[in-house]
C-alpha cells in the first residue's frame, strides 16, 4: 500500500514518478503518520530518508537513476539500508563488513561477507543497499581505491537470508538482520566503478 500509493517516493525526483517533496512538507507528512501510528510512521521515515532513493537520486549513475528510480517511486522495490553491525552500531568507520574486488571471468566482482542488524525495512525489503569497507589488494581499479563503498543488492540476485525479526522497541515496524556471502558485480557499486 505504502509504495504503490507513493508513500515511499518522497524524496525521488518527479521526473522518475517520485514526489520530491521539500524538508517541511517531508516533515509535515512524518509528524501526521506518526502521531497516528508510530511504526508506520518509521516505515514511511526510512525510505525517505536514508538508503537507495536518495543515494542513488544524489549518486548514481544514469542507468541506476533509470532503473531504480521508478520501481523504488512505484513500490516494486522495497528498499532497506544496511549499515550497522553488531560489532560497529551504525558507525561506518567502525568494525564495518569487509568486501575484496576479484576478477572472475573478466569482470570486477566483490566478495562479501555481511551480517548486519537493526536494519529498518529489511524483513519486507527486495532492494537493500549495503555499506562495506571494499579492499583492491589486487589493484584492480585504476586509482586503487579503497575504503566505505555502497551496494545495491536486488534481494532476488543474492542469496542473502533477511527473514530474521527484531522487535526491539516494541513498536512493531519491519526490522531485522541481513546475512550471508554476496558475490556482485561492480556495476552494482552506487556511482559505479
Same mark, same amino acid.
Given at each position: 500500500y505504502l509504495g504503490k500509493n507513493k508513500f515511499l517516493s518522497f524524496i525521488i525526483p518527479e521526473k522518475y514518478g517520485g514526489k520530491n517533496l521539500s524538508v517541511s512538507e517531508l516533515s509535515s507528512i512524518l509528524v501526521k503518520i506518526s502521531s497516528q501510528n508510530p511504526a508506520l510512521g518509521v516505515s514511511v521515515m526510512v525510505p525517505n530518508s536514508l538508503g537507495p532513493g536518495e543515494l542513488i537520486s544524489e549518486y548514481g549513475t544514469q542507468e541506476q537513476k533509470d532503473y531504480y528510480l521508478p520501481k523504488l517511486a512505484n513500490g516494486d522495490f522495497i528498499p532497506c539500508f544496511g549499515l550497522t553491525g553488531p /560489532?560497529?552500531?551504525?558507525?561506518? =568507520?567502525?568494525?564495518?563488513?569487509?568486501?575484496?574486488?576479484?576478477? !572472475? &571471468? &573478466?569482470? =570486477?566482482?566483490?566478495k562479501t561477507h555481511v551480517n548486519k542488524r537493526y536494519i529498518t525495512m529489511a524483513p519486507v525489503a527486495n532492494l537493500i543497499g549495503l555499506a562495506i569497507h571494499?579492499?583492491?589488494?589486487?589493484?584492480?581499479? !585504476?586509482?586503487?581505491?579503497?575504503?566505505?563503498?555502497?551496494?545495491?543488492? &536486488?534481494?532476488?540476485?543474492?542469496?542473502?537470508?533477511? /527473514?530474521?525479526h527484531h522487535n526491539p522497541l516494541n513498536i512493531g515496524f519491519p526490522n531485522g538482520t541481513i546475512k550471508g556471502e554476496i558475490e556482485i558485480s561492480i556495476d552494482n557499486v552506487i556511482g559505479g566503478e
Amino acid at each position: 500500500y505504502l509504495g504503490k500509493n507513493k508513500f515511499l517516493s518522497f524524496i525521488i525526483p518527479e521526473k522518475y514518478g517520485g514526489k520530491n517533496l521539500s524538508v517541511s512538507e517531508l516533515s509535515s507528512i512524518l509528524v501526521k503518520i506518526s502521531s497516528q501510528n508510530p511504526a508506520l510512521g518509521v516505515s514511511v521515515m526510512v525510505p525517505n530518508s536514508l538508503g537507495p532513493g536518495e543515494l542513488i537520486s544524489e549518486y548514481g549513475t544514469q542507468e541506476q537513476k533509470d532503473y531504480y528510480l521508478p520501481k523504488l517511486a512505484n513500490g516494486d522495490f522495497i528498499p532497506c539500508f544496511g549499515l550497522t553491525g553488531p /560489532n560497529n552500531g551504525s558507525d561506518a =568507520l567502525g568494525s564495518i563488513d569487509k568486501g575484496v574486488l576479484v576478477k !572472475k &571471468d &573478466d569482470k =570486477l566482482v566483490i566478495k562479501t561477507h555481511v551480517n548486519k542488524r537493526y536494519i529498518t525495512m529489511a524483513p519486507v525489503a527486495n532492494l537493500i543497499g549495503l555499506a562495506i569497507h571494499l579492499e583492491d589488494p589486487h589493484n584492480l581499479l !585504476k586509482e586503487g581505491v579503497e575504503g566505505i563503498t555502497l551496494i545495491l543488492v &536486488d534481494k532476488k540476485e543474492c542469496d542473502v537470508e533477511i /527473514n530474521t525479526h527484531h522487535n526491539p522497541l516494541n513498536i512493531g515496524f519491519p526490522n531485522g538482520t541481513i546475512k550471508g556471502e554476496i558475490e556482485i558485480s561492480i556495476d552494482n557499486v552506487i556511482g559505479g566503478e
